[in-house]
């Protein structure tokens, strides 16, 4: 497969095989004199999803290599390594592909360890996702250049951990962005502008790697002020709350919890999969408040956890008082818990709400078709709310992002406009000189 673009500049050469004038499948080959390294491994969905459908499914790691889903064998060959920038998939992509011998590294092994778990009985070819005992995970740490000229910054993303990548290399600098927002829903606690521009320091960067997902899209650029008015909108009404949240949004899982404390809830965990997180959080972070006597987890899950946590019932407590809880569920499991309560006779509170924050479609595998739940949460009696804080920058905030970057030159990546950014960033550019 050739590369969607190729890019030399003295001894650098950048060649991109995925997350060019596409949303998602970044891969991005770096290579400097006896340098030769790789960022995120992305399955490209786009692609995924022209090719399969219904009974129509992959044969396995060669065809979705063949097809170009996944990025092709022979740019691993002989690399230092692999940087993933998040787990989400579309930059995680399937380890289980990677050939022997070659060195990843990661922003979590902890957190990844929680992610293979989930997939690794999987009877799809997500059983791909987790690694091969033939490969090595490492996690990097932030703000130190590796032996390979690599500084990873932390930033704020819908995935956490989530990192940029600064590349220090023998005649020319590189950012490679990842994906980020600017405003995180723990506002200043991860704040993406200035950790770039503390890693950036006084250095001079040649060529910026930018990914550009809301560019060109139709948002509602809602931030983290507007979040928190919206919540606490709704959580002053007396009555059933549900959110669901991505397992990996811990950032907005936090801002959600101290919300919720706020307006004098219990958070009540109704997923498998936030509680297999949950202790992972707790420990890598040093960014929340919360109190860990105000979470409680749904008994009817019957899942012990590592957390010391307090069980409450459904039935016998969040339905009779719903006011003083808030049902934290994810969007694979939504249902199965409501569903279930509703074959065993039980009703539910009148006027429930149920608030969907679905972050990132392009970005994970389509486990949950949005429509399907429409239907039974109608048919629960459930109201539904969108509140879609994106992991993504809006339009608006580029210029802030530029100003700190300045690159000589700007690529954008992860987008399907690439070349309104470049139209954009031209004049931002232009103006600055
Ligand atoms: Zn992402």
Redesign the pocket.
Known sequence: MKPQLTISEDSLTLEIYGGYGEI?GNCVLVKDRDRKIVFDNGIRFQVLRKYYRGRIQPLGINELRSIGAIPPLNIFEDIDAIYI??F?L??LGLLGALPPGVKVYVPSIDILEVIEDWYRRSSTWLAEIPHRLNIKIEEFSAYHMDEHGVIPIPVS???YP?YAFLYEGYSKTLFYS??LRVDSPLRSRIDTLSNIERAIDSMNLDIALLEATNIGGIETPIGSEEFRNIMNRILMENILVIISIDPLDYELFTAISELALLSGRTITIASPRIIDVLPKWLKTSNTNNIDLSRIAIAIELEKPTTVPLQYVGLKQDVFRTPENFLLIQEPVSFLEMLRQMRLWGEELPRNAIAILTTP?PL?TELEVEEKTLITWLYTLGIQIYRARFS??YYPHELRNIVDILKPKKLIPI?TKHPRLVYTVVQQMLEQSR
Do not use: I, L, N, W
Request: no cysteine; aromatic share 0%; charged share 25%.
């Open positions: 998602g920038s998040h989400h579309d930059h993303h819908s995935a989530s990842g994906d990132e970005e992991g993504h992860h």
